[in-house]
């Protein structure tokens, strides 16, 4: 497959502007100190701010340049097939608070942005859950009871707009998608506008709760806040009640220009076939951007991602020919083993520190959900949702047991038969017959070495031991990262964090003797 130009960066990280923000240089105090600045962080940063308090937003990169920015944008309940699980799991209650949620959540994208103007290519369209073999009909037809029990307008369908028969669908009416980025950029204006400071490039590498809590940065800055929000996708700062309730998957997304009548009006996803997500996004010249998500992996596991994208390409073209793939990348999630996002107190931070994880990959309203949900914790008057979403509940995590241990026994086999494979000899065949783009990981000196050749030829070398909690990573060839299967963090190939929950680097080694 030939790279595409400046492959891996997203459409709406493309076509979207936000000012730049400058490090955070010097000891700070606020009411609320925002870590991250995704759609949790900037929506729980800007309820903050609308409330009066004194906030300051710190993130490690670029605003939104994390799982936010590479996302699908989809704003919509129907989350594949949540309701049936919630209610056989949970019970009808919660269920209906889920749906009332994250409906919540929706309207409140369209109040923000008609309140503020945000031109953000916000458009209603029906979302629909959908399978193509006759033996999925029934477990739809389910799924289509459940939501509508939980007060979602669903309907079981065999109809659809897509170009090709389907043996039935879930439809929910009057959802939307939107452009996320562009949403978040009004956020970011209002935030500012209201006396709220934003610091880029400004990692927090410690965490230490109480009243108040004080973070410290990377560079040793420090920051004194009554509040924390832990908005970093994955907890940076707990390594054992939440990270071990959390499973990691990475989604490759292709898109390309179709014709608007060829648009298939509506947002569309099947678990069948290593899932596929299709919307599409209003372009300039007035057709339609079609966005095409699929080929959900573990980060970290040696996937051949190359051929990964190659097979969404190929099911892509099949199914709306003509189609000219001009974007592809790729978005990281992260699922709570009982299925319901922990948004609420950390519990291992103290009274002060919030947190918002586990969306599933339906982050868009769960960010927003998530947002109006701690605000109303800070503020002492909690939604009525919120033990539903509380990240200290017992209940349901006892009742998802055997996929909490299904989560520890993966990161388990990892982090054992990962150190006991055998990666070769660094001075042997497995280096040596490296080509230019490709890694591997290898022993030298008796410890793994993870070890790239660019396309210059050149070797760079790091400890393949990652430094969040100790797995072996592995090398991803399409986004050229080393990536973690046990906790998701990733790291570009000079060790860099590229991604947390890791907070330091790969260490560097020498690839003289390699």
């Given at each position: 497959?030939n790279?595409l ?5 997203s459409?709406?990280?493309r076509?979207?502007a936000f000012?730049s923000?400058?490090?955070?240089s010097?000891?700070?105090?606020a ?5 991250g600045?995704?759609?949790?962080g900037?929506?729980t ?12 937003v710190l993130?490690?990169?670029r605003l939104?340049s994390g799982?936010?920015g590479?996302?699908?944008?989809k704003l919509t309940?129907l989350?594949t ?10 019970g ?11 409906s919540?959540?929706?309207q409140?994208?369209f109040?923000?942005a008609g309140?503020?103007?945000?031109d ?6 029906p ?10 009909a029934?477990?739809l ?6 939501a509508?029990?939980a007060g979602?307008?669903a309907?079981f369908?065999?109809?659809?707009g897509?170009?090709f028969p389907?043996?039935?669908?879930v439809?929910v ?12 950029r ?7 506008a209201?006396g709220g400071r934003?610091?880029?490039g ?8 109480g ?6 940065t990377e560079a040793?800055v420090?920051?004194?806040?009554r ?10 700062f707990?390594?054992?009640v ?10 490759l997304v292709?898109a390309?220009?179709?014709?608007a009548?060829r ?8 678990t069948e076939?290593?899932?596929?997500s ?5 372009l300039?010249?007035g057709?339609r ?5 699929g080929?959900?992996?573990t980060?970290g596991?040696g996937e051949?991602?190359?051929a ?6 190929a099911?892509?073209?099949?199914h709306?020919?003509g189609v000219s ?5 790729a978005?990281q999630d992260n699922s709570?083993?009982?299925t319901?996002?922990?948004?609420g107190?950390?519990?291992t931070?103290?009274e002060?520190?919030?947190v918002?994880t ?9 960010g927003?959900m998530?947002?109006?949900l701690?605000?109303?914790l800070?503020g ?9 979403y509380?990240?200290?509940r017992?209940?349901s995590?006892v009742?998802?047991?055997p996929a909490?241990?299904?989560a520890q026994w993966?990161?388990?086999?990892h982090f054992v ?5 055998t990666?070769g000899?660094g001075?042997?065949g497995p280096?040596?017959d490296?080509?230019p ?7 030298a ?5 993870a070890?790239?050749r660019d396309?210059?030829?050149e070797?760079?070398?790091v400890?393949?031991?990652c430094?969040?909690?100790g797995?072996?990573?592995?090398f991803?060839?399409?986004?050229r990262t ?8 990733r790291?570009g190939v ?6 947390g929950?890791a ?5 560097r080694?020498?690839?003289?003797g390699?």
């Amino acid at each position: 497959m030939n790279r595409l130009p400046d492959a891996g960066r997203s459409y709406w990280m493309r076509t979207a502007a936000f000012p730049s923000f400058a490090p955070l240089s010097e000891p700070a105090e606020a009411d609320v100190a925002v870590i991250g600045s995704g759609i949790a962080g900037l929506s729980t940063a800007w309820e903050l701010v609308r409330a009066g308090l004194n906030v300051i937003v710190l993130e490690a990169d670029r605003l939104a340049s994390g799982v936010t920015g590479h996302t699908t944008g989809k704003l919509t309940a129907l989350h594949t097939s949540v309701y049936d699980t919630l209610r056989s799991k949970h019970g009808d209650e919660a269920a209906r608070d889920y749906a009332d949620s994250q409906s919540a959540a929706l309207q409140h994208v369209f109040d923000i942005a008609g309140e503020f103007g945000i031109d953000c290519e916000l458009e209603r369209r029906p979302a629909l859950t959908y399978c193509e073999q006759s033996d999925g009909a029934d477990p739809l037809r389910a799924e289509a009871e459940a939501a509508r029990a939980a007060g979602l307008d669903a309907s079981f369908v065999t109809e659809t707009g897509l170009p090709f028969p389907v043996a039935g669908a879930v439809q929910v009416e009057d959802q939307a998608q939107f452009h996320p980025l562009k949403y978040l950029r009004g956020l970011v204006d209002d935030i500012v506008a209201r006396g709220g400071r934003i610091h880029e490039g400004t990692r927090v590498t410690r965490l230490d709760d109480g009243d108040p809590c004080r973070l410290t940065t990377e560079a040793g800055v420090t920051v004194s806040a009554r509040h924390v929000v832990v908005a970093t996708h994955h907890p940076v700062f707990d390594h054992a009640v939440l990270t071990s309730r959390l499973t990691q998957h990475r989604d490759l997304v292709v898109a390309g220009s179709l014709p608007a009548d060829r648009d298939p009006h509506g947002m569309y996803i099947t678990t069948e076939g290593g899932k596929r997500s299709v919307r599409t996004s209003p372009l300039a010249d007035g057709n339609r951007l079609l966005v095409v998500t699929g080929e959900a992996f573990t980060p970290g596991t040696g996937e051949d991602t190359e051929a990964g994208y190659a097979r969404l390409e190929a099911w892509t073209e099949r199914h709306f020919p003509g189609v000219s793939i001009s974007h592809r990348w790729a978005a990281q999630d992260n699922s709570s083993t009982d299925t319901v996002p922990l948004v609420g107190r950390l519990p291992t931070g103290g009274e002060n520190v919030y947190v918002a994880t586990g969306f599933g990959g339906w982050g868009m309203t769960g960010g927003v959900m998530a947002g109006a949900l701690i605000a109303s914790l800070v503020g002492g008057a909690p939604q009525r949702w919120a033990g539903l979403y509380d990240p200290g509940r017992l209940g349901s995590a006892v009742q998802s047991a055997p996929a909490f241990l299904k989560a520890q026994w993966d990161t388990a086999k990892h982090f054992v038969k990962d150190r006991l494979d055998t990666f070769g000899d660094g001075t042997t065949g497995p280096v040596r017959d490296l080509r230019p783009g490709e890694g591997t990981v290898v022993r030298a000196d008796g410890k793994p070495c993870a070890v790239h050749r660019d396309d210059q030829g050149e070797l760079h070398a790091v400890s393949a031991v990652c430094t969040h909690m100790g797995c072996i990573v592995a090398f991803n060839n399409a986004e050229r990262t080393w990536e973690c299967p046990c906790h998701g963090s990733r790291f570009g190939v000079d060790g860099e964090v590229v991604q947390g929950p890791a907070l330091r680097p790969l260490e560097r080694q020498d690839p003289g003797g390699l």
